[in-house]
Structure formats: C-alpha cells, structure tokens
C-alpha cells in the first residue's frame, strides 16, 4: 500500500469517530440510545438492514467458492434469497411489539423475566462468536492488501489489526449508540457497494490488456476473454465444476433454516423494523437494504469469475483460496496508484463494521432491559441505564476481539454462532399464532436443543470412547466420482502451474500441502483433459472434530440407509431435526401444562393486531381501545388459540413482488454470466 492508501485509511476511521462524537449529543434516554428515538425514515432503515445483514466474511466467501466451484459458489451467501420475501411480513412484527429488546418480547409473551435473561446469554455467546468471525476474516483478507504477513512487533497482523478496529467501532458505536451507527451504516453502505462493483470493470480492462490483441480495450473484450479463458462448467449456476455443490434442494434447506432462525437473531428488533417510524418503513427499509445485498452478491459473484480468469496462475490463491479478494485488489488496483487499494480495504471494514456497531448496541440494550434493570438495579435513572448500556457495549467488542485472538478457525466460528438461534427460533415462532404455548414448555425446548445438538454430540464420545472402535458407526457416504471430458482453457493451464508453485512453497516451509486439494489437469490449452471430482467417503455418523452426529443415529435406527448420501444430502437431512424437533417438543409440553394468564394473552395478541401510528400519544390511546376490545380482529380461525389473521391487501401485493424481485435478480446474474459468451 502506498501513503495515498494509508491516508484514506486513516480519514475513513476519524469520520467514523467524528459521527460518533456528534450522535452522542443526542442521547437523553434509553429509547434514544438503544432505538434512536424510533425515528428513522426508509433512507436509514434500509441501510441499517443492509449495513447489519452484510459481513466482511461474504465477500471472500464468494470469492473463495467462486474460484473453487463456479458461478454455483454465489449460493454460499445467496441463499439468503428466497427468505426476502418473508421480511415484508415480519418486519410489521417488530414494529407492533413496541419493545427495546427481542428480551422484553420473551418476557411479556411467556410471562418470565427469567426468559428474558436467558435470551440475553444466548445474544452474548451469539454476537461474540458471530463477530469474531468478521474480525478474523478482516484479517485474514488484509494481508495481501497491506503486503506485510506481520504487524506490529512481529506479530502475526491479525494481533494489530483487530485491536485497531475493535477501537474504531467502540469510539463511534459506544459513544452514540443506535443513531451514530445508523448514520454510519448509510456511510459504509456506500462503501460496501463500491466494495460489490470496483473491482469489476478495472478487472475487465485488466483481462483486456493483460490477454487482448491490438484495440482490444474494452469492457465487452474483458467479458469475452473471460469466457475465452475459462471453461463454461464455471458459469452454471446450479452444477459447476464440483458437481454440484449447491444443489437444489440443499439451497431449499438451507433457506428454510434461515427463515426459521433468522427471526429471533437479536438485531432484527432494530434494524428489522424497531427502530422504524410506523411500519410502512419497518418493511420497505428492510426488504430494500437486503435486496441491496443481493444485488451486491451479483457483483461479488462476477468479480471471483474475473478474478478466476486474469489471476489463475496465482500460487498464492491456489494455496488460500481465501485471499481471491485480496489478491485480485492488489493486482488489479494496486498498479494505479490512486487510493484504491486503500478504499478497498477501508470498504471491506465498513462491511464488518456496520455490522459490528449495531449488534453491539443491541446487545447493551438487552443486558440494560434483562438483566441489570430487573435484577441488579431496578430504579436507576436514565442516565445511568445509559452508562451500562455503553460499558456493556465495550465489553461485547473485547469480547469478539478476544475470541477471535483465541480462535483461527473462522468457518467453526461461524457455524457456531448460525446455529444457536435454535434454542429460541420454536418459542418465538409458536408464541406468535399459538395462544396455548406455555412458559414451561419453553424451557423444555431449550433444554432438550441445548443437550441434542450442543451438549451430547461432543460430550458422548468421551464418556463413551468405545463407540468409536463400533463397526456399526464406522459408515461412510459412498464414493462418487464425477468425470467431464473437454478442452482445457488458458485458465485450466495456469491453475496447473500455479498449484506445482504453490505445492513446492508449502513443501519447502514444511507445511501440510493436504490444503491444496488435488491436483488440477495437466495439458496444454486445447487438448482434451479430464477433469475428476470425487465426493463422498465421509464419515456419516462423526464430525470432523469427533462430535457424534445424533441426528443420523435417530434415521439409523428407523432403518433409514445413508451410505449412499451425498454431502449435500446430509446436510439437508439435518433439516428435520433442527426445525421439527423442537416445535414438535414445544407443542406436546404446551397441552400438557398450564398456559399463560388471560389478561396478559389477551393484552399481547391484541397489541400485535393493532397497526403502528407514528405518533405515540395517538398510538398509546389507540393501543388503550385496543386493550379495551374495541377492535375488530379477523383471525382465520375464530374462537380457537389460532391467532393466524387474513392477510391484508398490502402484505399480498408486497409479498408477491418480493418474489417477483428474487426472480430478476437470478435473472440478472445469469445474464451477467453469459455476457461474452461464445453462441454455437
């Protein structure tokens, strides 16, 4: 990086500090710190949900996917897709409920502080795990951006760079919470979309200079090398060079999973609607932000293709397909010498951090409203609740710094923090229709979640050693192999010589050179290769790390066969018991014990029903009628514990067009894709 780069750098975080210096002029209260006064317009919602849903991991995400296994690696972070639509309709949710914290919604539906304390565990272990994974990731990505392998001391860079940024979010976030970071997450969106499109059109002039004849200089020469330099199985969308990663029906499952849990992920009370002035901007800001990072995972997509066809002769990627984003800024940008790598590296903080900003604040929200305020100090004043909330905030960033000091396994992290919420995902999503689901049942749930999928499957092992030598467990997927026969590209030829390089490096540092997958076809460009993917020979029953797979062993025992399932199959037969279990565990506790008080039931299913007015007083005094019976509500099945009502005009037409805009967008990346394609 050069001085230029540094210098934009450096004016990125005082702008960031400066934003937060000023917000906090403006906080008198808890509603102002924790919700910004639950005054913003669609403008700030949709890049609070855009800004909170986008972390600095996707990019790189795709990009490593993309070099690995095509146009079909998009699915590693698009398959958040197809839950868009749903947003139009939760949003409205966390606009009704009028709370701070996903933690008041547990205590006043079930009745428990008790809930509301345990939700607030659950955020902590969550955001920390779930921000660590940024933080390491940030590192990660930065050294081919800085160059250096080492920051200060001699340390590895991540011991550096984490530290800083850590500093930056606490000095702008803590200061002025919720309204600080949803000024900056309208800044850093605009980072984080430069970050989606820059690389993209210098990228395709590069291909051009780099692999064009004479006047060959432009963007449609760029597109069109790329398809001459990269073989076509990389631009399929569902099947790529891995035979199909991503097949149908596990981006279904996954969708499902998301849909399921992405509900009680504690920042969606803010920036999924909360924070919004009445609930016309709750959904348009939350389906608009996330569509944003749609489109921007189009743009993430397309850079790995060009980064596939102008740096395939990297040694440096072929080792650590993680640094496709680095490397491809660095050698594409870097050449001219005019900030950009500087603002590469300053949008990739922003993606991380204004997601890092607003689950801070969240978090501080729900140790203030769950733990401290009930428990510690009830009658504190708005100042000091304040106070508590800004330490709290202090304390959740050290805490992801820490861990992702500890830890350098970032994809663990990652699953990790994806699958606590579903400890809380059954309660929030039965609470909100079923009358009759009960506190008690609650905690069954959760006790039955955290023992089936976070406490036995490592802990069995080791009480029971012997299962591992059992030949019954001993069961592995079966091995298939994939074999395409084509010509090899100028792509195929490069990656060859850039995995010998990248093998004689790691043997020569006495590294394990495993990492480096098989070797890639040896020919020359033209000559018929064959190229081999082999999926399977797994174990079924054991993880990676030794844990036991529970839920396999439950299909063992009904006689279901898994030796011949793929990997993808697997992971979508995990399905079941990650969302049917623990509503089937809810539902059964639920008729057996003692449900909630009328009084309570009738006062939350009557405040859920009852639409947002932007101003208070008018909307207390309609709550007050509301409470009082004065409103009509028109629930699918009448007098039952059903609390499902008939969709309105507005939910239909918005649903329908959110589904309508995840058809575009598909479209649009498929076209995108064939840009340059040769027609036969």
């Given amino acids: 990086m050069t001085p230029i780069d540094y210098f934009v750098l450096v004016t990125y975080f005082a702008i960031m500090i400066g934003i937060g210096l000023w917000a906090m002029r403006g906080v008198k209260n808890q509603e102002d710190y924790f919700m910004g006064g639950r005054g913003f317009g669609k403008l700030l919602q949709t890049f609070a949900a855009f800004g909170a849903g986008t972390g600095a991991h996707e990019p790189v995400t795709v990009g490593r996917t993309g070099w690995t296994s095509g146009l079909s690696g998009v699915w590693s972070a698009l398959m958040w897709l197809f839950v868009t639509p749903v947003y139009w309709i939760t949003a409205v949710w966390y606009r009704r409920m009028r709370h701070m914290t996903l933690g008041d919604w547990f205590v006043e539906r079930y009745e428990s502080r008790a809930l509301g304390a345990a939700y607030t565990l659950f955020a902590i272990v969550f955001y920390m795990f779930y921000l660590s994974t940024m933080f390491s990731a940030i590192a990660k990505f930065a050294v081919p951006l800085l160059g250096v392998e080492t920051g200060w001391f001699g340390y590895d860079l991540k011991y550096t760079l984490i530290p800083v940024i850590a500093l930056v979010v606490i000095g702008y976030g803590v200061l002025g919470g919720l309204a600080a970071a949803y000024v900056t997450d309208l800044i850093q969106g605009v980072f984080i979309i430069l970050l989606s499109v820059m690389l993209i059109p210098y990228g395709l002039w590069a291909l051009a200079a780099k692999f064009g004849g004479a006047g060959e200089d432009s963007l449609m020469d760029g ?380 006062r939350y299913f009557a405040k859920m029903n009852t639409p947002v007015l932007a101003d208070p007083i008018a909307d207390r005094e309609r709550l007050e009628a509301a409470y009082a019976g004065e409103q009509s509500i028109r629930k699918v099945f009448p007098n039952s514990d059903l609390e499902f009502t008939w969709p309105t005009i507005k939910d239909v037409i918005g649903f329908t067009a959110c589904c309508g805009i995840c058809a575009i967008i598909i479209g649009l990346l498929v076209w995108l894709a064939s840009i340059g394609a040769t027609t036969v």
């Fill in 223 to 602: 597109f069109r090398i790329m398809h001459a330099r990269v073989s076509d199985d990389y631009f399929n969308l569902f099947a790529g060079p891995s035979s199909g990663e991503f097949p149908i029906q596990y981006i279904l499952s996954l969708s499902v999973l998301a849909m399921v849990g992405i509900v009680v992920q504690p920042h969606f009370i803010a920036t999924g609607g909360g924070s919004a002035k009445t609930e016309d901007e709750a959904r348009i800001g939350l389906v608009t932000g996330n569509f944003l990072k749609r489109l921007c995972t189009v743009g993430w997509a397309l850079t790995a293709l060009i980064a596939l066809a102008l740096l395939a002769d990297s040694p440096e990627i072929a080792g650590d397909p993680d640094k496709v984003w680095g490397v491809a800024a660095r050698e594409i940008l870097g050449p001219l010498n005019m900030g950009l790598v500087g603002l590469m590296l300053a949008c990739l903080l922003a993606a991380m951090m204004s997601s890092a900003d607003c689950y801070m604040i969240v978090t501080s929200a729900l140790v203030v409203r769950n733990v401290y305020a009930p428990y510690i100090n009830p009658n504190a004043d708005e100042k000091k609740y304040v106070l508590v909330g800004r330490l709290t905030g202090l304390i959740i960033i050290i805490g992801a710094s820490v861990v992702a000091l500890r830890f350098s396994d970032v994809f663990g992290q990652f699953k990790m923090a994806m699958e606590l919420p579903i400890l809380f995902a059954a309660p929030f999503w039965v609470g909100m229709y079923w009358r009759r689901a009960t506190r008690t049942a609650v905690w069954a749930t959760m006790a039955f979640s955290i023992l089936f999928f976070f406490v036995l499957p490592p802990i069995v092992p080791n009480l029971m050693p012997s299962l591992a030598q059992q030949e019954s467990l001993a069961a592995t997927t079966e091995v298939v192999r994939t074999t395409i026969r084509r010509k090899a590209t100028e792509s195929d030829v490069a990656r060859h010589e850039a995995f010998i390089a990248a093998k004689k490096s790691i043997e020569e540092s006495g590294g394990d050179i495993t990492v480096l997958g098989s070797e890639p076809a040896n020919a020359s460009v033209g000559q018929p290769i064959t190229v081999v993917s082999q999926t399977g020979g797994k174990s079924i029953f054991w993880t990676d790390s030794g844990s036991l797979n529970l839920d396999f062993l439950v299909y063992d025992a009904i006689g279901i066969d898994l030796s011949g399932a793929s990997k993808a199959t697997l992971e979508t037969l995990r399905l079941p018991s990650r969302v049917l279990l623990p509503f089937a565990i809810l539902v059964l506790v639920s008729l057996v014990t003692r449900r909630g008080t009328d009084q309570t039931l009738h």
